[in-house]
């Protein structure tokens, strides 16, 4: 059983500019959420898709979205970024939205 | 709004000693919890679940759970940590029914050999 896979690992981007972070949920897995996680702090909930649709909202700006394609893999897109989007990213999936695979994050750093 | 505390930031143990760590959570209906753990260079790992039944719960290597409903709490223990249980300790809470997972802040566990 495959589990959950994120790319890329590291990625550094300049404030302003747009980000595409990529997700694979594990096989057999219909929903997927993603997390912010500054350094220190637990996750923070962005969002989460089940069968392509966003099912759920934290408390974070419309600049970040999101898409789940049919085979239940998932993009994070963050625009016009800002020095406080530096963080880890966590992708999740799940089979039933509460328990919670996670795959090992992108750190992306905002400079 | 709903929240998750985790008060002991940092928790340092000698091999073999007990390990109690709290979580308090603040929403009062019906939750599920979780706690998950995070080892040096890993990624976050359910250690275990409470969902409903039994408000005892045990999870992986040893570790269990206490849910008590009136004090809105989900305590961590161990009878006695090993150093390899050294990690990151998160407590989560997520509503019956709701996608949004509430994560407390983490508790960082070092175990002395």
């Known amino acids: 059983e495959t589990g959950v896979t994120q790319s890329p690992t590291h990625l550094i981007k300049t404030r302003g500019q747009q980000v595409t972070l990529r997700c694979s949920s594990q096989?057999?897995?219909?929903?997927v959420s993603w997390y912010q996680q500054a350094l220190g702090q637990g996750p923070q909930f962005i969002f989460q898709?089940?069968?392509?649709?966003?099912?759920g909202r934290g408390n974070f700006p419309p600049r970040f979205s999101g898409l789940q394609f049919p085979n239940y893999s998932s993009e994070l897109n963050v625009n016009a970024l800002e020095l406080d989007d530096s963080a880890l990213y966590l992708c999740?999936?799940?089979?039933?939205?509460?328990?919670?695979?996670f795959g090992p994050g992108t750190r992306l750093t905002v400079t | 709004a709903q929240s998750v505390s985790q008060h002991n930031h940092h928790v340092i143990l000698s091999e073999a000693a007990s390990l109690e760590l709290g979580c308090n959570y603040s929403?009062?209906?019906?939750?599920?919890l979780f706690w998950y753990v995070q080892y040096p260079g890993q990624h976050l790992q359910l250690l275990l679940k409470y969902f409903s039944g039994d408000p005892l719960v045990k999870g992986i290597k040893g570790f269990e759970a206490e849910f008590i409903k009136s004090k809105f709490s989900f305590n961590l223990r161990k009878p006695s940590v090993q150093w390899s249980d050294t990690a990151e300790y998160f407590c989560?809470?997520?509503?019956?029914?709701?996608?949004?997972?509430?994560f407390g802040s983490g508790t960082r566990l070092s175990i002395r050999p």
């Open positions: 898709y089940y069968r392509e649709e966003e099912n």
């Open positions: 999740a999936s799940s089979r039933d939205g509460y328990e919670q695979y």
């Open positions: 989560a809470v997520i509503r019956s029914s709701a996608s949004k997972i509430i």
């Open positions: 929403y009062g209906g019906t939750v599920n």
């Open positions: 096989s057999g897995h219909n929903t």
